[in-house]
């Protein structure tokens, strides 16, 4: 989450949705999976399998890498196409 400039933890996101889990009866939570970000290493992705394993989100949305034009991450070198295609059927 560093390296893609996010401003919160996978601690705070899991203290967050442990809060909303215990506090809001019925509440549905989904979230974005960016596979294959360029400094993502296998640790990292095992890292999100654990999270979507210990949630159980009803609602995941995956995407693969896409180097926007004018960021740090479109000058870093990406992974391997089969990498990133692999991570995502593994996250499915």
């Known amino acids: 989450l560093q390296d893609m400039k996010r401003d919160h933890t996978l601690e705070d996101f899991c203290k ?3 809060y909303m889990i215990e506090n809001v009866p019925g509440i549905t939570i989904a979230t974005d999976v960016i596979c294959g970000f360029p400094t993502e ?5 095992q890292s999100t399998l654990d999270l979507i394993a210990k949630y159980k989100f009803p609602i ?3 995407a693969q890498f ?5 960021t ?10 089969s990498v990133v295609k692999e991570r995502s059927r593994r996250m499915t």
């Open 16 to 18: 967050l949705a442990d």
């Open 41 to 45: 290493t296998e640790e990292d992705f």
């Open 60 to 62: 995941v949305n995956i």
């Open 66 to 70: 896409y180097p926007r034009p004018g």
């Open 72 to 81: 740090v991450a479109a000058k870093l070198p990406k992974l391997p196409t």
